[in-house]
């Protein structure tokens, strides 16, 4: 965050409470009904899940024990049998719900799709019975490697059914990425697309499935299925891919939903931390359907009535949770939209709202910066009028977007709900109740009940009030990350030791400081680790500085987030180079396009500076602080005095 976002969010006082029109109808209607669940959850938690679970989820078989907590590992609904495709489409298909639009699906090119349960459900079937066809059997795992189109729902929906986990890789990732992925979780199948449509131009996916699985790449990998969407020449390798029009044609359209375990492994994805490698976020059955399907209905207060509209990609947990498994499991109407505003469609985002009358919006602060800088003339020229709730997710918000997200789009009617919450918490966290808490811009209010936040110090006490602290949670949760993939180890490490009370007590340390105002609204300060945030989407600053150094060119790299009034940060990054050479233009422009090949477009480095040599101390770490401090053109702040030579600074200073 800049200084002037971060000044502007502590000066924030004004309060923006639920009109009484809008609290009348909401299904959770006063801060009291708040706290009172929120006391319900605290003095007897097991209680409070096992009920919400029992009149919320459909079960082929109950649990013994609701939760079996052996810090850091939980087990939430030990020994019930669940199926999630079953409670996101079967259970529908005997109300009236059976022809109402589950998806409705927009393209990029104008194209569009709505499809009802009951279509949803067949279309499912039929990816299953092909999953099968194709030698997939329960606990094996899946790679979907897709554009934004219902397929991709469709091919996770078909993996719960089967029992089989899915690992989702966001289409914008290289080849390399991609069989990182695919490499670490013994991927069966892949799931993918000929390419998608994105911003005008068509994104080629097949080819990078190709590269990544040349030369037997990834030898688990027997067999790619690709849906048609963009209709580019791709190569088919024979008897290892298939069209999936193909193979739908003669699957049926019947596949029983297999009972899970409510511990079974649901899917995988990849997020990245502060080591080099990417960790396989592991979420289970049971609690993970739960928790999605629960925080969908109280915080978007969901009606039958509502058209859900959730910009993000299913590539990443937000897709995951909020486009296709919470909407779904409650029922409701979820839009999925491949496109998004670019210089010839600015306004698109309002068409769709109009189109469709959607009455609930969710994207992220850099894209309502972005959409701040096209114009209000755009959204003024539209119809929004039935936008009744607004979301907002990603990263911390400046006051000043979420006032113009309020008076702008929601007209100033709308409550927003700023949700912070991660991939490894699967589900909200924190977030206001949209008829419940008077929302404060730039803070995401109170926690969710059930879940026990604070904001502490390295041993874990308390922090005073407007005191900067770490931002912990405190008793286990059902949609909590149950590992990192093949490594418990890290598990423990990267969330549980951080933060070490002296009572032994285990807290789940999330990455982020925050503080608590005197009113006990939380505001998160951001990541206090060296993990960026780049327009939503998080990067390890090591994960881009192992890409640059595996160019033959590059001695040694250190990655820092620059302030981006857009991005909320951009990539900058330090090099030094083997040998004598001297940095030029060139070389930059083939370090960022070597970094986009390692990783994809979106760790692209937006600058890289040549240096002789990195600020270290004397221990020989990187001084990172400093290097933060130049990469957004302010003066070296703080103590300097741990630094070996002090020249290095000079010529840092005077760039490249
Ligand atoms: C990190 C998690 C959860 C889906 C999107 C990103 C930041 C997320 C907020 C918010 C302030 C937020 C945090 C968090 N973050 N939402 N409302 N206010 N910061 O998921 O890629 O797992 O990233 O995003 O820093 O730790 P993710």
């Given at each position: 965050?800049?200084?002037?976002?971060?000044?502007?969010?502590?000066?924030?006082?004004?309060?923006?409470?639920?009109?009484?029109?809008?609290?009348?109808?909401?299904?959770?209607?006063?801060?009291?009904?708040?706290?009172?669940?929120?006391?319900?959850?605290?003095?007897?938690?097991?209680?409070?899940?096992?009920?919400?679970?029992?009149?919320?989820?459909?079960?082929?078989?109950?649990?013994?024990?609701?939760?079996?907590?052996?810090?850091?590992?939980?087990?939430?609904?030990?020994?019930?049998?669940?199926?999630?495709?079953?409670?996101?489409?079967?259970?529908?298909?005997?109300?009236?719900?059976?022809?109402?639009?589950?998806?409705?699906?927009?393209?990029?090119?104008?194209?569009?799709?709505?499809?009802?349960?009951?279509?949803?459900?067949?279309?499912?079937?039929?990816?299953?019975?092909?999953?099968?066809?194709?030698?997939?059997?329960?606990?094996?795992?899946?790679?979907?490697?897709?554009?934004?189109?219902?397929?991709?729902?469709?091919?996770?929906?078909?993996?719960?059914?089967?029992?089989?986990?899915?690992?989702?890789?966001?289409?914008?990732?290289?080849?390399?990425?991609?069989?990182?992925?695919?490499?670490?979780?013994?991927?069966?199948?892949?799931?993918?697309?000929?390419?998608?449509?994105?911003?005008?131009?068509?994104?080629?996916?097949?080819?990078?499935?190709?590269?990544?699985?040349?030369?037997?790449?990834?030898?688990?990998?027997?067999?790619?299925?690709?849906?048609?969407?963009?209709?580019?020449?791709?190569?088919?390798?024979?008897?290892?891919?298939?069209?999936?029009?193909?193979?739908?044609?003669?699957?049926?359209?019947?596949?029983?939903?297999?009972?899970?375990?409510?511990?079974?492994?649901?899917?995988?994805?990849?997020?990245?931390?502060?080591?080099?490698?990417?960790?396989?976020?592991?979420?289970?059955?049971?609690?993970?359907?739960?928790?999605?399907?629960?925080?969908?209905?109280?915080?978007?207060?969901?009606?039958?009535?509502?058209?859900?509209?959730?910009?993000?990609?299913?590539?990443?947990?937000?897709?995951?949770?909020?486009?296709?498994?919470?909407?779904?499991?409650?029922?409701?109407?979820?839009?999925?939209?491949?496109?998004?505003?670019?210089?010839?469609?600015?306004?698109?985002l309002w068409d769709v709202v109009e189109k469709y009358g959607v009455t609930i919006f969710y994207t992220a602060p850099t894209a309502i910066r972005a959409l701040i800088k096209m114009g209000e003339h755009l959204p003024n020229a539209r119809d929004l009028s039935s936008l009744r709730i607004l979301g907002t997710v990603g990263e911390p918000i400046n006051p000043e977007a979420w006032m113009w997200y309020h008076r702008v789009i929601g007209g100033g009617r709308c409550p927003i709900v700023d949700t912070w919450w991660q991939t490894e918490t699967g589900g909200f966290m924190l977030t206001p109740l949209p008829g419940a808490t008077a929302t404060k811009p730039g803070s995401a209010t109170f926690p969710f009940p059930g879940i026990i936040a604070d904001i502490v110090d390295l041993e874990g006490n308390p922090v005073a009030d407007n005191q900067g602290g770490y931002l912990v949670i405190k008793h286990p949760w059902p949609s909590m990350m149950r590992t990192v993939y093949g490594d418990d180890e890290r598990f423990r490490r990267t969330y549980w030791e951080h933060i070490a009370p002296q009572d032994g007590q285990s807290l789940y340390f999330a990455g982020d400081g925050a503080r608590r105002d005197e009113d006990g609204y939380f505001w998160v300060m951001g990541r206090v680790d060296d993990v960026i945030n780049v327009s939503g989407h998080r990067l390890g600053t090591m994960e881009v500085e192992s890409a640059l150094v595996s160019h033959p060119a590059v001695a040694e790299a250190a990655v820092v987030g620059r302030p981006d009034e857009v991005k909320g940060e951009d990539v900058f990054a330090f090099v030094t180079l083997e040998g004598s050479g001297d940095g030029s233009e060139a070389l930059a422009e083939e370090l960022k396009a070597h970094v986009v090949k390692e990783i994809g477009a979106i760790a692209r480095p937006s600058e890289i500076r040549f240096t002789d040599a990195m600020p270290k101390t004397r221990s020989g770490k990187i001084m990172r602080r400093l290097l933060r401090n130049l990469a957004a053109g302010q003066e070296v702040a703080g103590d300097t005095s741990t630094l070996e030579d002090r020249s290095v600074l000079d010529k840092l200073r005077g760039g490249a």
């Open positions: 965050m800049s200084q002037a976002t971060i000044e502007s969010i502590l000066k924030e006082q004004r309060t923006f409470p639920p009109s009484p029109e809008f609290a009348a109808q909401a299904s959770i209607s006063s801060m009291d009904e708040y706290r009172q669940l929120y006391e319900k959850a605290q003095a007897d938690p097991a209680g409070f899940w096992a009920e919400l679970a029992e009149q919320e989820l459909h079960w082929f078989q109950k649990w013994d024990q609701v939760l079996d907590w052996q810090p850091p590992f939980a087990k939430w609904f030990v020994n019930g049998k669940l199926n999630l495709s079953y409670n996101c489409l079967d259970r529908h298909l005997t109300t009236w719900r059976k022809n109402k639009a589950a998806l409705i699906w927009e393209g990029e090119p104008g194209d569009s799709r709505t499809l009802t349960y009951a279509q949803l459900h067949r279309e499912v079937c039929q990816m299953a019975n092909v999953y099968k066809q194709l030698g997939v059997k329960k606990g094996d795992l899946v790679g979907i490697y897709m554009p934004m189109i219902p397929e991709a729902a469709i091919a996770m929906l078909a993996c719960a059914r089967i029992g089989a986990a899915h690992s989702v890789i966001f289409g914008g990732f290289s080849a390399e990425a991609l069989k990182a992925r695919l490499l670490d979780a013994n991927a069966k199948l892949v799931v993918t697309a000929d390419g998608g449509f994105r911003k005008d131009k068509i994104v080629p996916l097949k080819p990078a499935v190709d590269e990544a699985l040349q030369d037997d790449g990834v030898p688990s990998v027997d067999n790619v299925l690709v849906v048609r969407r963009t209709e580019q020449k791709i190569h088919m390798e024979p008897g290892r891919d298939h069209w999936w029009h193909d193979l739908q044609a003669g699957a049926s359209k019947d596949c029983p939903a297999e009972p899970m375990d409510s511990e079974d492994l649901l899917f995988i994805l990849y997020t990245s931390g502060t080591t080099g490698k990417p960790k396989g976020v592991v979420h289970t059955t049971g609690g993970y359907n739960l928790y999605t399907h629960i925080t969908c209905k109280w915080t978007f207060d969901l009606k039958d009535t509502d058209v859900y509209w959730c910009t993000a990609d299913v590539g990443w947990i937000t897709g995951h949770s909020y486009i296709v498994y919470g909407p779904l499991s409650n029922g409701a109407t979820s839009l999925m939209f491949e496109g998004a505003p670019r210089p010839s469609n600015p306004g698109c």
